[in-house]
C-alpha cells in the first residue's frame, strides 16, 4: 500500500491534469466549430453575388426590374435561358447568347492551344539545344513577361489594323499569344527532365524530334492540363481586347456582349442579363472545377 | 541554369522558335516600339502632319489635374482592391489550413470565382449594388441612405473595389493556403512547445514564413487592380460618375478609342510600361533575395 | 565480338582539365572497372566512349572502327545509367523494345528479344508495369534489360549500383557478373566502390585526377599497387602509410622517431635519407615488435577487432588483429616486412627492389 498523504496528492495532480486536458478539448472543439463557423460565412459571402443571379434568372423581367431581388426559384427558369441562348437580349443587342458562346469557346481554345503549341516548342528548343542566339531568344520571350496586353493595348491594336486583321479571329487571338509565362513553365519543366533520360534516348536512335513526341509530350500531359485550364479561362475571360478588336456581332464575345446587353438600363431584360451571365460563367468555372487539381498546381507553379 | 546533355541539330531550334518569336516581335516589339516613338509625336487637327516634339506630350500629360487625378484614383483604387483581397484571403487560408473536416471542400468553394471574367463579376454585383434592383442598394435606400453609385463618386469607387477584390480572393487564398501548407510542421510544433499561444505564433513563425507569399502576391495584386479590372469599371460605372472611377487603364482606352489623341494615348502607354515594369523590378528584385532563403 | 581502344583521350570542360590524355585497351569479352573518388573523371571517360561528350583530341576505336565523331546512337553501344532513366511513362516492355522500334526491328524479332532478356532477368511478369511500379532493384534489371536486348557490341555502367540498399548490391553485384559471363559482351563498369571494382572486374582503371594511375588486375593492384593514391584507395581499412627514410645500402628504412625496418625483399635505390613512405595494410601487423602502440579506439567485428591507435611520433596507425588483443594498454606492434610497400617519399611511385646486381639508383643514371 501506498503512503496516504502522497496517494492523494498523487490522485490530485492526475485529476487536474485529466481537467486541463477536458478544457483543452472543449477549447479545440470551440475553436473547430467556429472554424466552420466562418468558412460557411466566408463561402456564403462568396457565392451570394452568383445565387442572386442565378435565382433571378428563373424570374420574369417584372419582378427583377421592381427590384424584388428574389432569393429564391422562380418559374419562368426555361423560358429566360431559351430566349437568351437563342435570341439574346430582345431590346437592346439581339445577338443570340449560343453565337457569342461559340465565339467565347473558339478565342479560349485558340489561345489556350495556340500558346502552348508555340511555347513548347520554344521552351523545347531553349532547353535541349545549344545554338547562336539562344539567350537573345529567350531574352527577348521572357521580356514579355513585364508588359501585359493591356498596357501596349493601343500601339497593338495600330499594328493590327495596319494587317487588316479587325474584326477576325486572328486578330483577337494572335496578340493574346504573345506571352511568357507558358514558355516559362515548360522550360521550368523540361529543365527537370534528368540528363540521363536524354542520354538514354541518345543511346536508344532517338533524334530530337522523336524524343519530343515520345517523351517529353507524354511527360508533359500534366503541365499542358495546368496550362489548358488557366489559358482556358484566361483567353474565356479577355475584355478589353476583344472590345477594341471586335466591332461586329460575327466576333463578338459573351463577356462583351453582356456588357452590352445591359446597355440603357431603363430597357434592360435584367432576366435575360441574368441568364446570360450564369451561362457566361458556366464554362470557365466547370472547367476550373473539374480540372482543380492540376489547376492549382498549374497556377501555383506558373507563379513561381 | 542549363543542361549538360544537348541535340547537336543547327537549324532545327530556330524553326522551332520561330512561331513564337515572330508573334512576339510582330505584337510585342513592334507595338512597343512604336508607343515609345509616337509618344514624342504630336498630329495636328486632321491627321495630316506629323511632328517630332520630344517630351511636350509626357510634360503636358503631368501637367493635366485630370490625369493626376487619375493617378491619384488609381493608387486609392489599388491600395483598397489589394488590401480587401489579400487580408480576406489570409483569413480564409489561415482558417482552412486548420486541420478540420472539410478542408478540400472549403476549398473548392473558394476557388471558382477566379473562373470569372472581371466584367462579368461587375454584372453579378450589379445586383447586390444597384439602387433599385440590387440586395443591399434598394436596402440601403430603403433605411434612408443615399445609395446611388451611378451618381455618387466615392460610392462608384466602393462598388468597384468590392467587385473587383471579390474576383480576386480566391486566387490570393490559393496561394496563401499553399504557402501555409508548406510551412514544416515540425517549425509550428516546435513553436507550440516554446509555450507561444496561437496568436503569437501566427504573427512571430507563421506570417514571416509566409512573408515571400505576401509579397509576391502584393505585386500580382497590385497589377491586377492596375490592368484587369478594366472589365470591372467599363461594366459597373464606364469611368464616372464625373471620373471618379477613371483608373490609368481606363482613361488610356478613353483617349485613345473615343478621343483619337495618338500622342497622347502612346505617352499614357509608355507611362503604364514603366510602371509595370517598376513592379516587375521589385518583384525580381525579391526573386533574388528569395535564393538566400 | 568486340574490343575497345581509347587513343590517348584529354578532356577539358572550359579550362578544367578533367582526363589528361588515357590510353587503355579491352580484350573482346572483358570486364573492365573504372574506379575512383568522385571527380577524378572517371565518368567523363564512359561518356566519351558512349560518344555522349566529345573527347577534345585522341581517338575511341571499337572492333577496329574509329567511331570518334559517330553519335552514340550510331556506335552500336548500350549504356545503364546510374538512376537507371527509365521511360516513366512507358511500361516495361516499351522501356526495353524503345531503341529497338527506333531501329526498324521487325516486331516479332523484338518480342523475342524483349522475352528472352525479360527471362534471363526474371522480368516476365513484370512487361507491361510502370516503372514507378517497381523496386529499385527491379528498375535496376529493367534497365540492364534495355541494353541487353540491343546486343551492342558494348556494355556501358555508370555507377549502376549506387541507388541500391547495401543488401541488393550485393546481390545485384553477383547478377551483373554473371550476366556478362555468360553474354559475353566486352564492358566498362564505373564506380567509386572498391569492392565493386575488386569483385566484377577482370582489370582495374584505377583513376586520380584525371590521369590513369593503374591498370592491373585486381590482385596485382591489390599486392603491387602502383603509387600511394592506388595502396590507399584499394582495401579496407585503408593501408597505413608512415614517413620514413632510406638506411646505408638501402637495406631497410628507417621509420621516423622509430626503429629500423629491414625490407625483406632487396634493397631500394638510393642514398642514405632518401624519403620514403612505407605502406603497411591493418592485418599485415603482428604484436609482439619494436613499434609501441596506444590504442584510442576498438573496434570488435567478431572473428576480429579493429584497433586504431598512435605511435609515439603522434602517428596514426590502425590495425586489424584476429580475435581480441589480451590487453588494452599499450601494445608491442611490428611490421611483417614481407607484406611492406615502399613508396617514393616525394612522388608517392612504387619503388620494387633492385636486383642485387643493378644498385645504381636509376634517377641518378637518367
Redesign the interface.
Known amino acids: 500500500m501506498m503512503h496516504g498523504p502522497v496517494a492523494t496528492i498523487r490522485a490530485e495532480a492526475i485529476a487536474r491534469a485529466e481537467a486541463a486536458a477536458e478544457r483543452a478539448d472543449t477549447a479545440r472543439r470551440r ?2 466549430w467556429l ?2 463557423a ?2 460557411i460565412l ?2 456564403a459571402l ?5 445565387w ?2 442565378l435565382m ?1 434568372s428563373t424570374h420574369d423581367v417584372a419582378t ?4 424584388e ?1 428574389p432569393l429564391l426559384p422562380g418559374p419562368y427558369a426555361v423560358e429566360n435561358y431559351a430566349a437568351a441562348w437563342t435570341e439574346g437580349s430582345a431590346r437592346t443587342t439581339r445577338v443570340p447568347v449560343s453565337a457569342m458562346m461559340l465565339n467565347s469557346f473558339v478565342m479560349a481554345m485558340l489561345i489556350a492551344v495556340g500558346k502552348i ?3 513548347i ?2 521552351a ?8 547562336p ?2 539567350l537573345l ?1 529567350f531574352w ?2 521572357f521580356i ?5 496586353v ?11 489594323s495596319d ?1 487588316g486583321l479587325v474584326n477576325t479571329y486572328t486578330g483577337l487571338i ?2 493574346l ?2 506571352s511568357a509565362t507558358a ?1 516559362l513553365l515548360f522550360r521550368q519543366f ?2 527537370t527532365i ?18 519530343f513526341k ?2 517529353v509530350l ?2 508533359s500531359t500534366t503541365n499542358i492540363a495546368a496550362l489548358f485550364v488557366i489559358l482556358f ?1 484566361y483567353g ?5 481586347w476583344p ?2 478588336i471586335t466591332t461586329s456581332a460575327d466576333v463578338e464575345t459573351i ?2 456582349g ?2 452590352k446587353m ?1 446597355g440603357a438600363e431603363a430597357d434592360t431584360e ?1 432576366n435575360r ?2 441568364a446570360t ?1 450564369v451561362l ?2 458556366l464554362p ?2 466547370a ?3 473539374l480540372m ?1 487539381r492540376w489547376f ?1 498546381k498549374g ?2 507553379e506558373t ?1 513561381k | 541554369m542549363r543542361k549538360k546533355v544537348i541535340f547537336p541539330q543547327v537549324g532545327l531550334p530556330y524553326l522551332l522558335l520561330l512561331p513564337q518569336l515572330a508573334i512576339t516581335f510582330v505584337f510585342f516589339f513592334l507595338p512597343a516600339g512604336q508607343a515609345i516613338w509616337f509618344s514624342f509625336l504630336r498630329q495636328d487637327a486632321f491627321g495630316i502632319r506629323t511632328e517630332f516634339v520630344g517630351l511636350e506630350n509626357f510634360v503636358e500629360l503631368f501637367q493635366d489635374p485630370l490625369y493626376l487625378d487619375s493617378v491619384w484614383i488609381t493608387l486609392v483604387f489599388s491600395f483598397w482592391v489589394t488590401a480587401l483581397a489579400m487580408s480576406v484571403a489570409l483569413g480564409l487560408a489561415v482558417l482552412a489550413d486548420r486541420h478540420i473536416r472539410g478542408a478540400t471542400a472549403y476549398k473548392t468553394l473558394l476557388i471558382w470565382p477566379y473562373a470569372i471574367a472581371p466584367a462579368v463579376a461587375a454584372v453579378l454585383w450589379i445586383f447586390i449594388f444597384h439602387p433599385q434592383i440590387g440586395l443591399l442598394g434598394k436596402f440601403l435606400n430603403g433605411i434612408g441612405v443615399r445609395w446611388d453609385y451611378k451618381l455618387n463618386g466615392t460610392q462608384a469607387l466602393i462598388t468597384v473595389i468590392v467587385a473587383s477584390a471579390w474576383k480576386q480572393v480566391s486566387y490570393n487564398f490559393l496561394f496563401f493556403l499553399a504557402g501555409l501548407q508548406s510551412i514544416p510542421r515540425s517549425v509550428l510544433e516546435a513553436a507550440a512547445i516554446d509555450g507561444a499561444s496561437p496568436a503569437r505564433r501566427f504573427w512571430t513563425v507563421v506570417f514571416p514564413l509566409l512573408s515571400p507569399t505576401t509579397f509576391f502576391l502584393l505585386v500580382i495584386n497590385l497589377t491586377y487592380a492596375f490592368f484587369d479590372t478594366f472589365g470591372v469599371i467599363d461594366a459597373l460605372t464606364k469611368g464616372g460618375p464625373a471620373k471618379a472611377t477613371s483608373t490609368l487603364i481606363y482613361r488610356a482606352y478613353i483617349d485613345g478609342r473615343v478621343n483619337l489623341d495618338l500622342g497622347s494615348s502612346s505617352a499614357q502607354s509608355v507611362v503604364l510600361m514603366l510602371a509595370v515594369i517598376a513592379l516587375t523590378a521589385v518583384q525580381f528584385r525579391f526573386i533574388e533575395r528569395k535564393v538566400h532563403y | 565480338m568486340a574490343t575497345l581502344t581509347v587513343h590517348g583521350v584529354p578532356k577539358s570542360f572550359g579550362k578544367v582539365a578533367v582526363l589528361h590524355g588515357i590510353d587503355l585497351s579491352v580484350a573482346d569479352g572483358e570486364m573492365i572497372v573504372i574506379v575512383g573518388a568522385s571527380g577524378c573523371g572517371k565518368s567523363t571517360l564512359l561518356r566519351i566512349v558512349a560518344g555522349l561528350e566529345t573527347a577534345t583530341e585522341g581517338r575511341i576505336v571499337i572492333s577496329g572502327a574509329d567511331v570518334t565523331r559517330l553519335e552514340p546512337a550510331e556506335r552500336d553501344i548500350a549504356m545503364v545509367f546510374q538512376n537507371y532513366a527509365l521511360y516513366p511513362h512507358m511500361s516495361v516492355f516499351e522501356n526495353m523494345s524503345y531503341g529497338l522500334r527506333i531501329r526498324g526491328v521487325p516486331k516479332p524479332e523484338i518480342a523475342r528479344r524483349v522475352q528472352q532478356a525479360a527471362e534471363m532477368l526474371g522480368l516476365g511478369a513484370l512487361l507491361q508495369r510502370r516503372p514507378r511500379e517497381l523496386s529499385g532493384g527491379q528498375r535496376q534489371r529493367v534497365a540492364m534489360g534495355r541494353a541487353i536486348v540491343r546486343e551492342p557490341k558494348l556494355f556501358l555502367f555508370d555507377e549502376p549500383l549506387s541507388n541500391l540498399d547495401a543488401k541488393l548490391r550485393v546481390a545485384m553485384r553477383a547478377e551483373i557478373k554473371r550476366l556478362q559471363r555468360r553474354l559475353g559482351v566486352t564492358s566498362l563498369f564505373v564506380t567509386h566502390d572498391q569492392v565493386e571494382a575488386m569483385t566484377l572486374g577482370d582489370r582495374l582503371v584505377v583513376m586520380n585526377q584525371g590521369r590513369a594511375a593503374q591498370v592491373a588486375t585486381p590482385m596485382e593492384i591489390f599486392a603491387r599497387p602502383a603509387d600511394t593514391y592506388v595502396a590507399g584507395f584499394i582495401g579496407s581499412p585503408a593501408m597505413n602509410f608512415l614517413p620514413a627514410t632510406l638506411t646505408e645500402g638501402g637495406l631497410g628504412a628507417r621509420i621516423a622517431d622509430g626503429p629500423v625496418i629491414r625490407f625483406a625483399d632487396g634493397p631500394r635505390p638510393g642514398m642514405a635519407g632518401r624519403a620514403l613512405t612505407l605502406g603497411i595494410r591493418p592485418e599485415h601487423f603482428a604484436l609482439g615488435g619494436p613499434l609501441p602502440l596506444t590504442p584510442d579506439l576498438i573496434e570488435p567485428l567478431g572473428s576480429e577487432t579493429v584497433v586504431h591507435g598512435r605511435l609515439p611520433s603522434g602517428q596514426e596507425v590502425t590495425l586489424r588483429l584476429a580475435g581480441m588483443p589480451a590487453s588494452l594498454g599499450t601494445l608491442e606492434i611490428g611490421i611483417r616486412a614481407e607484406h611492406l610497400h615502399v613508396f617514393d617519399g616525394e612522388t608517392g611511385l612504387r619503388m620494387d627492389a633492385q636486383p642485387a646486381a643493378a644498385l645504381t639508383p636509376a634517377w641518378q643514371g637518367g
Request: proline fraction near 7%.
Open positions: 475553436a473547430d472554424t466552420h466562418v468558412l466566408g463561402v462568396f457565392a451570394l453575388p452568383i442572386i443571379v433571378g427583377v426590374s421592381r427590384g431581388v503549341a508555340i511555347s516548342l520554344s523545347y528548343a531553349v532547353v535541349f539545344f545549344s545554338f542566339g539562344r531568344a527577348a520571350i514579355t513577361l513585364m508588359l501585359p493591356e498596357v501596349r493595348i493601343f500601339p497593338t491594336f495600330q499594328v493590327v494587317l494572335l496578340p499569344i504573345a514558355t523540361f529543365l534528368p540528363d540521363e533520360l536524354v542520354e538514354a534516348a541518345k543511346m536508344d536512335g532517338a533524334g530530337p524530334l522523336r524524343f515520345d517523351v507524354p511527360l479561362v474565356w475571360n479577355q475584355y478589353l472590345l477594341l463577356v462583351i453582356i456588357v445591359i435584367w442579363v441574368m451571365t457566361a460563367l470557365p468555372v472547367v476550373v472545377i482543380q492549382v497556377l501555383v507563379e
